[in-house]
């Protein structure tokens, strides 16, 4: 193992110092009679590797045999994909690559990335933050940092009502930055919901005075205060969408709502083998309580 990892480290210092022009222009070079066989992740099935020139099927990429069984249904992509040579360009591409398919895009992409827009900015202030802070800063202390880095003198908190008192400690953490900050709440306004549509057993007390969430209203009181960078404190699943559309500033996210799991969304795929294995059958999901004729 560890004679496998030095190794490894040395082809991978060498390959970092061999700059191919492109994705493309890599996998072909890895090609040749007598040239190293192009390094395989553990767990892909390297028996069956076809000819060197060949990508790889979609049934090599795949890790678990269980997942290449069930791939006669499913159209596989990245999320099926075991290899990801896209990171560090190591190993041979499966068939259904998006980078070997999209490899016009790559040169549009790299122009919004390198322009002086503001896209340009966010990519640079994030680019930055991970390399400088991997694995040692909070999610919190990182948005801090990408405001600081993007220049922010303002910052704008989206927060969801139910959020409201640790939209108060993120305020404080903010602040101890030298940056000003706002908070808006996503009743702000007050629009009930029946005035955008719903009926009475839309909301959790017919009949009472009861506010739907108003993201985009949200977003203007931010743009009109004139804030810089926009952070999203808990907002549901949809209103975070509608937020960032009416959003002036560059927004990002510190939490995601998820009134069931403590707001860990994550902790659904990482039980998903036992206590939250309904995640994998739709069918299974509880029902609307709005559903009168099913349990
Ligand atoms: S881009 Fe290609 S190599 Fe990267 S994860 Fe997707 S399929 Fe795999």
Not at 41 to 61: C, D, I, M
Not at 148 to 155: F, T
Not at 187 to 206: A, H, M
């Amino acid at each position: 193992m560890t004679t496998k990892t030095t190794k490894d480290s040395k082809g991978d210092k060498a390959k970092k110092t061999a700059k191919a022009k492109d994705f493309k222009d890599l996998k072909n070079s890895k090609d040749p009679k007598g040239s190293k066989e192009p390094k395989v992740a553990k767990g892909s099935l390297k028996a069956s590797k076809p000819a060197p020139s060949q990508p790889l099927t979609a049934k090599e990429s795949l890790k678990e045999p269980q997942v290449e069984m069930a791939k006669a249904a499913i159209d596989p992509s990245c999320s099926e994909c075991h290899v990801r040579a896209c990171y560090r360009q190591d190993a041979k591409a499966p068939v259904f690559c998006a980078s070997e398919a999209s490899q016009d895009e790559v040169a549009e992409t790299k122009d919004i990335y390198t322009g002086e827009g503001i896209y340009a900015k966010v990519a640079k202030a994030a680019a930055e933050l991970e390399a400088e802070y991997y694995g040692r800063l909070t999610r919190l202390e990182e948005t801090v940092v990408f405001a600081l880095k993007m220049g922010a003198k303002k910052v704008g908190v989206a927060s969801c009502l139910s959020f409201l008192d640790e939209s108060a400690i993120y305020a404080k953490a903010v602040r101890s930055a030298g940056l000003e900050v706002k908070t808006v709440s996503c009743k702000v306004g007050s629009l009930d919901k029946t005035e955008i549509g719903l009926s009475e057993e839309y909301k959790f007390c017919p009949g009472e005075p009861e506010a739907c969430c108003n993201p985009a209203l949200q977003a203007k009181v931010l743009n009109e205060w004139g804030s810089d960078v926009n952070v999203i404190m808990g907002l549901c699943v949809g209103h975070d969408f509608l937020f960032s559309s009416h959003s002036a500033a560059p927004t990002v996210t510190l939490a995601v709502k998820d009134r069931v799991l403590g707001h860990n969304p994550m902790a659904a795929i990482y039980t998903s083998k036992l206590f939250y294995n309904r995640i994998l059958d739709y069918k299974k999901y509880p029902k609307s309580r709005l559903d009168k004729n099913k349990k």
